[in-house]
């Protein structure tokens, strides 16, 4: 059989896809006898964006995801300390007043029912923020975050708030509730700060979840946990309401399973805070719509400076130049 270079690589993603979806499956620790429903697995198996099409279809309801999650939380999170706080009883008290608006005919947004979950240094009403620290153990915020609240306005169902290293200063490593450990080899950094959200991700059991990015730490535990994150545009998300760590550098940026599905979150945390000092006035864009345009005529710049420079005349074979 022929095959040219197209048909070779789509074959060998495919087997690599095959194989580390084998690991990752048997890295997760062993299930209890008869604690595994596989209506939930396959439920917390879909996409942010398949969930959400199920919804809008009446295939499932808001209550069925929010029940699944939570029954994969009850036995994963013990082994993986994903979640510092698991609300469930308000995430299905959440879930049956979206399905009611549903049912009405009221839907809020492609978000309307679906189960995430929100890093723990970011305020919620009503429900403890802690970030990873003892110092805060008892801290009960009386309002939400500008982010929390537009994702919550959105119709996100609040499933609980995830672990990360303390105070969002370092790898995941350190946290008052131990360590997020990595799903696909418990043994293995989360990556961070942002642990506990790429590990519960990773694990299906939220459909998006949100982290913080100084210096990487949304980056670290998506590429550690095989998921999505995204460093936004400084100033395009609010960072009122949640715990600083460096003001000029800090981000809240989206983590999701696939791309699709982190531009569908992307799409209701942006907005402009006239109270948070480093947010910047922003035209209203669809991220989700923005995936679909052609790319022929994106270019890729790298700036040459003086160091840049030597280094391309040092390796001329890596770093061809026209003549």
Not at 49 to 58: G, P, Q, V
Not at 112 to 131: E, F, Q, S
Not at 163 to 174: C, D, I, K, Q, T
Not at 214 to 232: D, E, H, M, Y
Request: proline content about 6%; glycine content about 8%.
């Amino acid at each position: 059989m022929h095959l040219d270079r197209r048909s070779f690589t789509l074959m060998a993603a495919a087997t690599a896809g095959a194989i580390a979806t084998r690991g990752h499956a048997e890295a997760l620790p062993d299930l209890p006898t008869g604690q595994k429903p596989a209506e939930t697995t396959d439920l917390t198996q879909l996409t942010l964006a398949e969930a959400s099409a199920k919804i809008r279809s009446r295939e499932v309801t808001s209550l069925q995801l929010t029940d699944a999650c939570l029954a994969r939380i009850a036995i994963y999170n013990p082994k993986l300390d994903a979640f510092i706080t698991v609300a469930a009883d308000q995430a299905r008290a959440q879930a049956r007043a979206l399905d009611a608006e549903l049912k009405a005919g009221k839907p809020r947004s492609a978000l309307h029912g679906i189960p995430i979950a929100l890093k723990d240094n970011i305020d919620t009403a009503n429900l403890r923020t802690t970030g990873a620290s003892a110092v805060f153990i008892d801290n009960v915020p009386t309002t939400d975050a500008p982010v929390a609240a537009r994702l919550k306005e959105a119709g996100a169902v609040l499933i609980g708030k995830t672990n990360l290293h303390e105070f969002a200063m370092g790898a995941g490593e350190s946290s008052y509730w131990g360590p997020a450990r990595n799903p696909w080899a418990l043994d293995h950094n989360t990556g961070g700060s942002s642990s506990g959200s790429g590990a519960a991700l990773s694990a299906d059991l939220c459909y998006g979840a949100l982290g913080t990015d100084t210096a990487g730490s949304v980056r670290f535990p998506a590429n550690f946990c095989g998921i999505v994150g995204l460093k936004v545009t400084y100033g395009l998300v609010p960072i009122r309401g949640i715990m600083p760590l460096t003001l000029s550098l800090d981000t809240c940026g989206p983590m999701a399973r696939t791309v699709e599905d982190t531009a569908m979150l992307l799409n209701h945390m942006t907005c402009y805070d006239n109270l948070d000092i480093t947010s910047v006035p922003h035209e209203k864009e669809d991220y989700v719509a923005a995936l679909k345009q052609p790319v022929s005529r994106l270019r890729i710049g790298l700036p040459i400076a003086a160091s840049t420079g030597s280094i391309l005349r040092s390796w001329p074979r890596c770093w061809p130049r026209s003549k």
